[in-house]
């Protein structure tokens, strides 16, 4: 079962994502390149512009209504996951695990190759290269990003552990302070036990002062 979201604790980055990340994500999801080429197969099946500007507005308002729908199922489940904690929760763990499987073999590569297509088809007419020239493009597009990704990954591991590093200096640096008022406290000298002198030697000592 997947653990809530808890509080950060002192020196840990916050699990928090402001108004510009929320809206750089919903647009890269929702528009992305997509856009580029919709609009072309939207209108080869409606010859009318109010019907294709239509079909606009309606996909707007389904989007908007799959995201609210999303939010109340983020507030009823607090975990972290996504879509995968929904259909664990609705379907159960083994709906859940072949969403997993399949998110990472099928639906993520295929979002990266219809992305890449579109980026390797503008790019080839900009510089007016071949068909052929398309998958070498987009192959490299998608190393290099890839590439950039791992230098992204590494970074924040390093921070991670530097300011894990840090908060454990800091807590070893820490010494409980006294309040002026109250001066630390001393041990007392230790006295030395005093010998005993044994009764033949008390008996010898008095008859030698008379």
Request: charged share 20%; with cysteine; glycine share 10%.
């Given at each position: 079962?997947?653990?809530?979201?808890?509080?950060?604790?002192?020196?840990?980055?916050?699990?928090?994502?402001?108004?510009?990340?929320?809206?750089?994500?919903?647009?890269?999801?929702?528009?992305?390149?997509?856009?580029?080429?919709?609009?072309?197969?939207?209108?080869?099946?409606?010859?009318?512009?109010?019907?294709?500007?239509?079909?606009?507005?309606?996909?707007?308002?389904?989007?908007?209504?799959?995201?609210?729908?999303?939010?109340?199922?983020?507030?009823?489940?607090?975990?972290?996951?996504?879509?995968?904690?929904?259909?664990?929760?609705?379907?159960?763990?083994?709906?859940?695990?072949?969403f997993g499987w399949a998110n990472l073999w099928v639906i993520?590569?295929?979002?990266?190759?219809?992305?890449?297509?579109?980026?390797?088809?503008?790019?080839?007419?900009?510089?007016?290269?071949?068909k052929g020239a398309e998958f070498p493009v987009g192959a490299?597009?998608?190393?290099?990003?890839?590439?950039?990704?791992?230098?992204?990954?590494?970074?924040?591991?390093?921070?991670?552990?530097?300011?894990?590093?840090?908060?454990?200096?800091?807590?070893?640096?820490?010494?409980?302070?006294?309040?002026?008022?109250?001066?630390?406290?001393?041990?007392?000298?230790?006295?030395?036990?005093?010998?005993?002198?044994?009764?033949?030697?008390?008996?010898?000592?008095?008859?030698?002062?008379?």
């Amino acid at each position: 079962m997947a653990e809530p979201l808890r509080a950060p604790r002192d020196g840990e980055l916050l699990r928090q994502i402001g108004l510009y990340a929320a809206t750089a994500i919903t647009v890269g999801n929702i528009i992305g390149s997509g856009i580029f080429r919709s609009p072309h197969s939207v209108a080869q099946h409606l010859h009318s512009f109010p019907v294709v500007l239509f079909a606009w507005v309606l996909g707007g308002v389904l989007s908007i209504c799959g995201s609210l729908v999303l939010t109340e199922l983020v507030v009823t489940h607090p975990h972290t996951g996504g879509l995968y904690v929904f259909i664990r929760e609705a379907f159960g763990d083994a709906f859940g695990f072949v969403f997993g499987w399949a998110n990472l073999w099928v639906i993520k590569p295929t979002v990266i190759a219809s992305i890449t297509s579109v980026f390797a088809l503008y790019f080839c007419q900009v510089l007016h290269l071949g068909k052929g020239a398309e998958f070498p493009v987009g192959a490299i597009a998608i190393l290099l990003l890839t590439f950039i990704n791992g230098l992204g990954r590494a970074r924040r591991r390093r921070h991670a552990v530097a300011v894990h590093h840090a908060q454990g200096d800091r807590d070893r640096r820490v010494v409980p302070r006294r309040l002026p008022c109250c001066p630390p406290r001393t041990r007392p000298p230790r006295r030395r036990p005093r010998r005993r002198t044994p009764p033949a030697a008390r008996s010898s000592r008095r008859s030698r002062w008379r």
